[in-house]
Structures are given as structure tokens and as C-alpha cells.
């Protein structure tokens, strides 16, 4: 009964991506037929040059990381009373019909090829959301998990919620609160069975 009132939001760890190869030129990276793969999850379309075994691992995480964090911030995307109607055994669908775009690259260079000139700070991140194009690009290096969870969460408010938020948003003020939300988002822990969010041990927090 759980899982049927919470739908994807109970079935997030279960998620089985479907992966299959480009077939044509990518119609905004201009890459080659072939060099690179497309995974589909309930709510993401992953574009990825990397391996193919990160690349799963990344958007099966992708997928659990959304259960989370529509638990964190449920008042901010769910309809008034969907909750109620799904317990008195209704249908109200929860999710719009949209998936989130996310781009993995190969290696840096490959990732710098792509947002060195567009992102003056790409030199030094791992990671990076694009809020006029509603893009998050990645390549995996060390504590990419952090950077997923932070970089997401950018996204996530962005586009899954209602605030409507400016795609300038923070740059001429406020960017104490928009950085923090997504370094809190960094201390998730999965602990097997349940997953805890908080606590100072997470190192860019602590900054």
C-alpha cells in the first residue's frame, strides 16, 4: 500500500536503466554516430562518452537521489492534496512528464572541450548546471558523488519545483543560501537499508 501511494518515491533504488548507442550526429555536441550512449531512467535522459559501467552506476544513483530529495523538499513540487487523494486510493499522477537532461563526458579534457569556454569556472569543478540550457555536466574523477548531489540539486530546484527561480539567480545576491542548500545536499550517506542527510562531516560543509 506504501509503495503504491508513494509510487517512485518508495521505487527509486529499484530503478533499471535502459541504455542504447547514438544512432545519428548529436544534435548539439556534434558528436559522431556511435560515440556516445543514451540512458533512460524514469526521470533523467543521461548523454554519456564515459564507460559504460559508471555511466549505469550514475544514473541509477541519479534516480535514487531524486526519491531523496523530493522526501527533503516536498512542499516545493507536490500538488496541495496529491498526498491525500493517493491514501483515499486515487490516482493523482505525482511527477510531470519531463525528464531531466544530464551530460557525462569522457575525461576532463573532453568535459572542458565542451564548458571551457561557456563556464570560466570549469577548469576547477567536476561537475556543473547550466541553468539557461537546464543541463548538468560531469565526468567522473575523484568525489564526483558529492558534486552529483550538489550539482542536482541546483537542477532539481530549478526545474522540478514552483519557485520559478531566475536562471541569474544568485549572482547578484543570495548565493550564501543557493550554495548552502546544495552543500548540505553533499552530506547524504547511504547506509544500506536508509540514507542520513546532515551533520558537519561532509569536508565543503564544514567551509
Same mark, same amino acid.
Request: proline fraction near 6%; hydrophobic fraction near 40%.
Given at each position: &500500500?506504501?509503495?503504491?501511494?508513494?509510487?517512485?518515491?518508495?521505487?527509486?533504488? =529499484?530503478?533499471?536503466?535502459?541504455?542504447? %548507442?547514438?544512432?545519428?550526429?548529436?544534435? +548539439?555536441?556534434?558528436?559522431?554516430? #556511435?560515440? !556516445?550512449? &543514451?540512458?533512460?531512467? @524514469?526521470?533523467?535522459?543521461?548523454?554519456?562518452? *564515459?564507460?559504460?559501467?559508471?555511466?549505469?552506476?550514475?544514473?541509477?544513483?541519479?534516480?535514487?537521489?531524486?526519491?531523496?530529495? $523530493? /522526501?527533503?523538499? !516536498?512542499?516545493?513540487?507536490?500538488?496541495?492534496?496529491?498526498?491525500?487523494?493517493?491514501?483515499q486510493g486515487g490516482n493523482s499522477p505525482w511527477d510531470k512528464s519531463r525528464k531531466y537532461q544530464v551530460i557525462l563526458l569522457r575525461d576532463r579534457q573532453d568535459y572542458l572541450a565542451v564548458l571551457g569556454v561557456a563556464e570560466k569556472n570549469a577548469a576547477v569543478?567536476?561537475?556543473?548546471?547550466? @541553468?539557461?540550457? &537546464? %543541463?548538468?555536466?560531469?565526468?567522473? +574523477?575523484? #568525489?564526483? /558523488?558529492?558534486?552529483?548531489?550538489?550539482?542536482?540539486?541546483? &537542477?532539481?530546484?530549478?526545474? *522540478?519545483?514552483?519557485? /520559478?527561480?531566475?536562471? +541569474? *539567480?544568485?549572482?547578484?545576491?543570495?548565493?550564501?543560501?543557493?550554495?548552502?542548500?546544495?552543500? !548540505?545536499? =553533499?552530506?547524504?550517506? +547511504? $547506509? #544500506?537499508?536508509?540514507?542520513?542527510? #546532515?551533520?558537519? *562531516?561532509?569536508?565543503?560543509? /564544514?567551509?
Open positions: &500500500q506504501a509503495k503504491r501511494v508513494l509510487g517512485t518515491l518508495a521505487t527509486a533504488a =529499484e530503478v533499471q536503466p535502459r541504455l542504447r %548507442k547514438g544512432t545519428s550526429v548529436h544534435p +548539439d555536441f556534434g558528436w559522431p554516430a #556511435g560515440s !556516445y550512449w &543514451q540512458i533512460e531512467t @524514469p526521470h533523467f535522459s543521461l548523454t554519456t562518452r *564515459a564507460e559504460t559501467e559508471p555511466s549505469l552506476e550514475m544514473a541509477q544513483l541519479m534516480e535514487r537521489f531524486y526519491g531523496l530529495w $523530493r /522526501q527533503v523538499f !516536498y512542499p516545493l513540487w507536490a500538488r496541495p492534496g496529491v498526498l491525500l487523494k493517493r491514501m569543478s567536476v561537475g556543473y548546471y547550466e @541553468p539557461r540550457l &537546464q %543541463k548538468s555536466f560531469f565526468f567522473v +574523477d575523484a #568525489g564526483w /558523488q558529492e558534486t552529483l548531489f550538489h550539482e542536482l540539486t541546483h &537542477q532539481l530546484l530549478n526545474e *522540478a519545483t514552483s519557485i /520559478q527561480a531566475e536562471p +541569474d *539567480a544568485g549572482t547578484t545576491g543570495g548565493i550564501w543560501l543557493m550554495e548552502g542548500i546544495a552543500l !548540505y545536499m =553533499e552530506s547524504l550517506i +547511504d $547506509r #544500506g537499508s536508509y540514507w542520513t542527510l #546532515g551533520g558537519f *562531516a561532509a569536508p565543503r560543509l /564544514q567551509t
